[in-house]
């Protein structure tokens, strides 16, 4: 058996495929850079941002963030014209300087801002935080809350 190296076919016919053929290699050059290495990845696409989820009942509404690994120290709610934003920053952890071989979890700061659906009375916000899950309680403000009307 004979092992033939690949060599690219010759394009010089075609040259628009010619210029498609150059721009794959380019690409494929751009994105073997270091600066690209996975240990580095997140820091080039902003950072993370976690899971939100809003709810609503007849009360309040409820937001819901996966904030695992976080102290609740790190973490900062506002709310501000209608819009709730909860920033904060996960530390990366190593004990006793050790290199890591893999990181899969993501490092940095976040900030995530969400338009809330009603108005919401602010000197009633409350937050919890259990088991890496944030719980942002905002009461609805007595306008929006639905109304009862009786026939007379």
Do not use: C
């Not at 150059?22 to 690409?27: C, F, Y």
């Not at 963030?65 to 996960?90: F, V, Y």
């Not at 006793?96 to 990181?103: D, F, I, L």
């Amino acid at each position: 058996m004979e092992l033939t190296r690949y060599q690219s076919p010759n394009l010089s016919q075609w040259p628009t495929l010619d210029r498609w053929s150059n721009l794959r290699e380019e690409l494929d050059s751009l994105l073997d850079l270091p600066f690209l290495a996975n240990s580095h990845r997140q820091d080039l696409f902003s950072g993370w941002s976690p899971a939100l989820d809003l709810y609503q009942n007849n009360d309040n509404v409820v937001a819901v963030l996966e904030l695992a690994g976080m102290r609740k120290e790190d973490i900062e709610i506002s709310l501000h014209d209608g819009m709730l934003t909860i920033s904060g920053e996960r530390k990366r952890s190593s004990a006793n300087g050790e290199k890591a071989e893999r990181t899969e979890r993501y490092v940095g700061s976040f900030r995530r801002t969400v338009s809330l659906p009603v108005q919401v009375d602010a000197s009633k916000v409350s937050a919890t935080y259990r088991d890496g899950i944030l719980t942002v309680t905002l009461p609805k403000a007595e306008e929006a809350k639905p109304k009862r009307i009786e026939v007379a």
